[in-house]
């Protein structure tokens, strides 16, 4: 009988997913039409103020089981499938293959599309700026370590405008040609992954060297080169280049995430669920600071992140980012910001862009 009700379910199923593909493709008939719309009225191809609002309106809807998570990593791919119909998607990140920019960039963009490894931040700047790539990813903060400097300092001058953001969690593993701690002289790794990492190496590996290099994946092409170079980085790294994984969650904090943001040009419209972030310049007073916040007290808006940034070449003067709840076309955020620009010395809107879901 097990078996009997077994194989008319598997039937069902069967039935079902050939309505899906069906439909599947009834869908990319349509992405192609879209496509060519936005070709004719000079529209870019990847909209993700479009895609956050699809993707909510699905979560809505949906009643499960399916979690919303698995929902959205779902149609995350077919969103990035109707993407490649319509013009092939580039994107530009911090690589090499597996690094942890490179994982954020697939999960967020999906598999269908052409991937562009920088061996430098500065580099993925400079390939969308120059066309080579549409979007570029790039870290800007780890919830231990804090700011990603050299990402501010693009900021600051590049044409560039924040169009997207994406929170990915981080799981460290210490990766090796060798199958134990046993004879390890070296650890390569991103300065930040050290960094998150310090307490567990001080404790496992105190003898050993610690080298800094561009990426996590780059160190991780080190450790295949010599097995007396361990490397930290992903699982996914140590399974693309056949290394063993000695040990896993060698993070120092379970609760360990980078935030990336996605680069390109042009704005996108409103979303409901928005996030703004802006450069300004403060004057060189006492209190200047304080006041430059005021219009943001006074129509009521979240801030939701402010750093320092020191100016190159001038000794204790500063230029301040700031993220805040809202978008650059909301009618307080419109009037916020004109406020700004009377009490400081100069406003750089960096880009409105759909918030990110923290993921897990």
């Not at 119909?85 to 599309?113: M, N, R």
């Not at 903060?141 to 994406?166: A, Q, R």
């Not at 304080?290 to 402010?306: D, R, T």
Request: aromatic fraction near 6%; hydrophobic fraction near 40%.
């Amino acid at each position: 009988m097990a078996i009997k009700a077994l194989t008319s379910m598997r039937d069902k199923i069967k039935e079902i997913d050939k309505e899906i593909v069906a439909l599947l493709n009834e869908r990319a008939a349509l992405s192609i039409e879209i496509g060519r719309l936005k070709t004719t009225n000079n529209l870019e191809v990847y909209d993700p103020a479009q895609e956050s609002k699809v993707l909510r309106e699905l979560c809505s809807i949906n009643s499960g089981p399916l979690t919303e998570e698995s929902l959205k990593d779902i149609f995350s791919e077919i969103l990035s499938a109707s993407r490649s119909l319509q013009l092939p998607v580039k994107v530009a990140y911090l690589g090499p293959d597996a690094s942890f920019s490179h994982l954020a960039t697939e999960s967020h963009f999906g598999k269908s599309i052409s991937l562009l490894p920088q061996p430098g931040i500065i580099d993925v700047f400079e390939r969308v700026e120059k066309g080579d790539a549409g979007w570029g990813v790039v870290p800007v903060e780890n919830s231990l370590e804090g700011t990603v400097k050299l990402t501010l300092d693009c900021l600051i001058s590049t044409p560039l405008e924040i169009v997207s953001e994406i929170y990915f969690p981080i799981r460290h593993s210490l990766v090796s040609a060798r199958k134990k701690m046993d004879g390890l002289k070296k650890v390569c790794s991103h300065p930040q992954a050290l960094a998150q990492c310090q307490g567990w190496l001080r404790k496992n590996l105190p003898l050993c060297s610690l080298h800094e290099v561009e990426s996590t994946a780059k160190g991780v092409q080190m450790a295949l080169k010599d097995d007396t170079i361990a490397a930290i980085g992903s699982q996914e790294a140590a399974l693309k280049y056949r290394l063993n994984i000695i040990a896993e969650g060698i993070e120092d904090y379970s609760s360990n995430m980078t935030r990336f943001l996605v680069i390109g040009k042009g704005a996108h419209e409103p979303t409901g669920v928005d996030k703004t972030s802006v450069l300004f310049g403060a004057r060189h007073e006492p209190g200047a600071l304080y006041h430059s916040l005021q219009p943001f007290v006074e129509k009521g808006i979240n801030l939701l992140k402010i750093v320092s940034h020191p100016i190159r070449g001038r000794m204790w003067e500063y230029l301040f980012f700031i993220d805040f709840a809202g978008h650059a076309q909301d009618k307080e955020i419109v009037q916020c910001l004109s406020g700004l620009r009377k009490k400081c010395t100069f406003v750089k809107i960096l880009g409105s862009y759909p918030r990110g879901d923290i993921k897990s």
